[in-house]
């Protein structure tokens, strides 16, 4: 199957491990991936945060760029939720009838990762094999947005090697938001704190997720404490095998203090 | 032109009432953060109701049919709402009631307060009412010599410890029995010192101070959960049994209700009585519903007004998005399962509607302006829109009523930027390499400048690959 990858201006720019991971995975079940350049940024960030006027060309921009392809995958549960539910509303706020409907359509082919290997491709094992002791905590967006249900634990589960250890009040939000967790930046550390002592009561080295955003967020705080818990994105686990190198290396931090 | 000439129907006017807090929400959380009683009450009150609300839900086998019932009646009401409105009027008055319009809190508190003045009492019993605290009828029936006695239990533990309440439900939330145990001592007349914070010794404490109070009281003040349009029937909801005592007992009862509560037909509370408690209380059933229709010669109060409530509801009903916040039955549900809600609490949030329906009630009602960070103060996660039971969409509202709040002129001109790149992809793949985070937070990696410092202030922060995905891809 001909795929295109919408990789995420977050992706892109500070986890492009996480959208080769999603190009390797898909590469390796026999699929062809294709990467449409004039891509940038869904919009999400202006719409959450009170610009629909500024997103509307980034949105103009996204339906324009995916429309010519059948099938359309994200890493994030997050920025596919921001095709699906936000590109139509925008768009018909801003009374372009006609964007609203091809954005819809856009959004009918567009796929976050663990939707498109179990829905689409028909997939849970996917060959790959992670020896080490993961929780998934099950972003947002991934859970309310998409309702991804367990399609990602699902892909865990027939992961060889894989110790998967349940984490606590899973459903909470972890306080990243956007720039909610600047705006609100102590509100947003008590989210981060609660769900930082739950992950670290799994004793699991590695915690996962579908989105890099909130990963960044619940990173930055276990590396802040030192707490030796990674966070992994659920691509490179699921493109990680016994012939890859799958210890995974350490993030490079530019603010560590 | 002038919101006049335009024909704009008004907000809630400032001065009076509990819409609009006195700082910014981020700032207001701060504090209560630190609060570690709080931060214990409020985390074991909302996991207990979540958990009892899920299990009495999880009983009902129709749950998503009724949830959507409710939302369907909600906007078909505001569809018609003149009409149902003048339908409720008519009806009341038919079966001996006196119907008063009330544009703002203003109005509607010198309406209450001549109407007690009327009676001749210099007392009024008062059933909860989430309605009543929002336009400060307490405070200005005290300036008028007239003393409001709470007898919710929590709302009089709120009012005994001069203090506000922080939860629509469940008002003293922020407080534990042992806070409630020194209130009462301090603030209730005769306790014995030897008060125990069991339970059941507050309450009998509560009960006996309350008790001479619901016999010698001769006007009662509530709100309403619901009026019937057709049959002219209010009903109140509780579980204490202290609004049936307010209802039944005095001569004179006055009810304040905001024009959203109206419903077409009996027939259309048999689908919000079933989604109220399981949502609220996490009850099958609350425990007291009461329900009267104007007055019944020789059987409860002789005389009945009903107060019906503007104060910005019409303004939020001519938002086509944003009207959906007046379905709202005053559940709760919302804060309850509201991650930040249950950090904050209810203070934080200024207004009397704390959690995530105040969050988009409260900059409506007052315009957005003046609560132009509550629609800020949520993560979007999205748990108010499951729980809710008339299914309003909290987190579009929030995002939209973020597009009409005031934004910081240089928040607004890095936006603007950030989007003039993102649409030309050669200046983006341009700004990806420049932007090396690494550069602003100093070569010791100490934090960003303001006011990206809320990021690095708990959280560290990765440097750019050296490799963006596209620059990889480019060279595959």
């Known amino acids: 199957m001909r795929i295109a990858l919408f990789v995420t201006c977050l992706a892109d720019t500070v986890f492009p491990e996480a959208a080769k991971a999603t190009v390797r995975l898909l590469e390796r079940l026999g699929h062809e991936v294709v990467f449409p350049p004039e891509q940038t940024c869904c919009g999400q960030m202006h719409v959450n945060t009170g610009y629909q006027r500024d997103a509307l060309p980034l949105i103009r921009r996204h339906v324009r760029t995916f429309d010519p392809y059948d099938v359309i995958v994200a890493p994030s549960g997050s920025c596919v939720g921001s095709v699906r ?7 018909r706020r801003a009374g372009d009838e006609r964007l609203a409907g091809r954005a819809e359509d856009v959004a009918g082919r567009t796929y976050e990762l663990s939707e498109l290997l179990v829905d689409v491709l028909g997939v849970t094992d996917v060959g790959a094999y992670y020896p080490h002791r993961v929780t998934y905590h099950p972003t947002c967006h991934s859970l309310r947005m998409l309702r991804v249900g367990d399609r990602p634990l699902r892909l865990l589960r027939a992961v060889r090697g894989l110790d998967l250890v349940e984490l606590p009040a899973a459903e909470q939000c972890c306080g990243f938001g956007g720039t909610f967790a600047v705006k609100n930046a102590d509100t ?41 818990v990674r966070t992994v994105h659920l691509a490179e686990i699921l493109a990680a095998t016994e012939q890859g190198e799958t210890a995974g290396t350490p993030t490079r931090m530019a603010v560590r203090p | 032109m002038t919101r006049t000439f335009l024909g704009m129907p008004a907000t809630a006017p400032p001065g009076v009432g509990q819409l609009r807090g006195t700082e910014p929400f981020p700032s207001a959380a ?5 609060d570690p009683q709080l931060r214990r009450n409020l985390g074991h009150a909302t996991t207990t109701i979540r958990a009892k609300s899920a ?18 009646i909600k906007a078909d009401v505001l569809a018609r709402l003149p009409e149902l409105l003048e339908q409720l009027e008519a009806r009341v008055s ?40 929002e336009i400060g009828l307490n405070e200005a029936l005290a300036e008028a010599g007239i003393e409001p006695v709470e007898t919710d239990l929590a709302e009089l533990i709120v009012q005994l410890g001069d203090d506000r309440p922080s939860h629509i439900l469940v008002p003293a939330i922020h407080r534990n029995r042992a806070e409630i145990r020194e209130i009462f001592l301090r603030a209730m007349p005769g306790v014995d010192p030897a008060l125990t914070d069991e339970p059941a010794a507050l309450a009998a404490v509560a009960r006996g101070y309350l008790r001479q109070t619901f016999l010698t009281t001769r006007v009662a003040v ?80 002789q005389a009945f007004h009903l107060v019906l409530l503007d104060n910005g509801r019409s303004a939020v009903l001519a938002d086509e998005v944003g009207r959906q916040a007046l379905y709202c039955i005053r559940c709760s549900a919302c804060l309850n399962v509201c991650p930040v809600y249950e950090r904050t609490g209810g203070h934080a949030y200024g207004s009397v509607y704390p959690g995530p329906i105040g969050a988009v009630l409260s900059p409506q009602l007052t315009g957005v302006a003046d609560n132009a960070s509550l629609p800020y103060a949520s993560s979007l996660c ?25 934004h910081p002129r240089t928040e607004a001109a890095a936006m603007a930027a950030a989007a003039y790149t993102m649409d030309r992809p050669r200046l983006y793949e341009a700004a990806q390499r420049a932007v090396r985070l690494s550069r602003l937070a100093g070569r010791r990696g100490r934090g960003l400048p303001p006011p990206l410092d809320g990021w690095t202030g708990s959280r560290d922060l990765p440097d750019p690959p050296a490799q963006t995905f596209r620059q990889w891809w480019a060279g595959r």
Request: with cysteine.
């Open chain 2, 94 to 133: 038919a079966a001996g009631g006196v119907v008063h319009w009330a544009a703002d809190a203003n109005e509607a508190n010198r309406i209450v307060t001549d109407l007690v003045r009327a009676t001749g009492s210099d007392r009024v019993i008062k059933v909860k009412s989430m309605v009543t605290q």
């Open chain 1, 85 to 91: 539910h936000q590109h139509p509303l925008v768009a």
């Open chain 1, 188 to 228: 947003s550390t008590a989210m981060l704190a609660d769900k930082m002592r739950h992950v670290l009561s799994t004793g699991a080295d590695v915690c996962t997720a579908s989105d890099s955003s909130c990963l960044m967020h619940l990173g930055g705080g276990l590396s802040r404490l030192r707490t030796g």
């Open chain 2, 222 to 301: 509530s709100g309403a959960n619901f009026a019937v349009a057709e049959t002219g029937t209010l009903a109140v909801v509780e579980s204490e049994g202290n609004g049936r005592m307010c209802l039944t007992l005095p001569d004179t009862l006055i009810t304040v209700m905001g024009v959203e509560k109206v419903v077409p037909t009996w027939r259309d509370l048999e689908v919000f009585l079933q989604l109220l408690p399981r949502a609220s209380t996490g009850e099958r059933m609350n425990p007291y519903t009461s329900m009267w229709t104007g007055v019944t010669p020789g059987d409860g109060p």
């Open chain 2, 30 to 34: 701060r504090r209560s953060l630190a």
């Open chain 2, 382 to 406: 999205g748990a108010c829109y499951d729980a809710c039971p008339v299914k309003i969409n909290i987190p579009e509202l929030l995002v939209q009523l973020r597009d009409q709040a005031p």
């Open chain 2, 55 to 72: 299990g009495v839900i999880a009983e009902v086998p129709d749950w998503e049919r009724l949830r959507e019932a409710g939302r369907a």
